[in-house]
């Protein structure tokens, strides 16, 4: 079916009171785009990133307009001439409903990972090779093993993981990182993350590689703020995971020896350049020793213990 997509200029003050008169005349799913709204969005939700890619941010420069799909027939012409008899700056194009909501799958391919694993989306067979597969659904929620700061902590903890490995994975968004130990053979994983969406995501991604509650725990909840949900994570794990941003790993720090067996390790990534000083600074000053520093790209991961000794 062919669709009518229809942008209107409009002016923010206005944007409200012309949706509601697009809903008198039948018009629905309106997609807003506001370059003030969309700054309000990363001003008030930085604790999720420290970095926003340029290109998204020019595609909202100057941008205040509403878009919306009408159908293209004799309905959606009539709300088509509504519209361009009530408004002075309206653009249209015809496009194919062509599957929307899947052809976002063409884009993830099967991304080889370290030296042990390999990340499949749900849909792709595994490759050849003797990788081993961690299946996953995209989906919505940060994780997908395309990013930098995903692959270096992958590769790194392959270096840590053990059949008696229990693994806390802060902030664990798609549930990547710790399902990954678990696929490198990890006992148990304890996965947490700040969005509500997470918990269930997660165990469906767990579920795609045949892992059950009896090896994954997931919960949602404010690590930084929430005393009660740091003492359910108890402590003595070997490995404690965390691909965050550096405004969070940096107070994070001060908890993370809690949290750690003796001689555990420290994975986190999510830092952006320019701010790994001041990561590596709060991860000393909290006790712990850097053992290895990698970057790639524009991101730096910091593997560290509570073990004394020389830094890196």
């Given at each position: 079916m062919r669709y009518i997509e229809v942008i209107v200029d409009t002016p923010e003050e206005l944007i409200d009171?012309?949706?509601e008169e697009m809903a008198i005349w039948?018009?629905?799913g309106f997609v807003i785009e506001n370059e003030a709204d969309f700054q309000r969005f990363l001003e008030n939700n930085h604790a999720y990133w420290d970095y926003v890619d340029k290109e998204l941010e020019q595609q909202y420069a100057g941008l205040s307009r509403i878009k919306c799909y009408l159908t293209d027939d004799e309905d959606g012409q009539a709300q088509l001439r509504q519209i361009r008899a009530a408004y002075d700056s309206v653009a249209v194009r015809y496009v194919e409903d062509s599957d929307w909501e899947n052809n976002w799958r063409a884009y993830y391919k099967p991304i080889p990972v370290g030296e042990k694993l390999v990340v499949v989306p749900e849909w792709e067979p595994i490759p050849e090779g003797g990788r081993l597969p961690l299946r996953l659904d995209p989906g919505l929620i940060f994780g997908t093993g395309s990013h930098p700061t995903t692959r270096m902590c992958l590769a790194e903890l392959e270096n840590y993981v053990n059949r008696e490995t229990r693994v806390l994975d802060l902030g664990c968004g798609s549930g990547i990182l710790g399902i990954g130990a678990l696929v490198l053979g990890a006992k148990s994983c304890f996965g947490c993350d700040i969005d509500p969406?997470?918990?269930?995501?997660?165990?469906?991604?767990?579920?795609?590689n045949g892992i059950g509650p009896d090896r994954l725990r997931v919960c949602a909840g404010d690590i930084l703020t929430d005393l009660s949900l740091r003492r359910e994570f108890g402590g003595g794990y070997p490995l404690v995971l965390a691909n965050i941003v550096s405004d969070v790993i940096i107070p994070l720090a001060a908890f993370v020896r809690d949290?750690?067996?003796e001689d555990g390790v420290f994975i986190c990534s999510g830092i952006i350049e320019g701010r790994q000083d001041e990561v590596r600074s709060a991860l000393e000053r909290a006790g712990l020793r850097i053992l290895v520093h990698r970057t790639e790209e524009e991101w730096h991961c910091f593997v560290c213990t509570a073990q004394s000794g020389g830094a890196a």
């Open positions: 009171q012309r949706c039948g018009v629905g969406k997470a918990p269930d995501v997660v165990r469906a991604n767990a579920a795609l949290f750690l067996a």
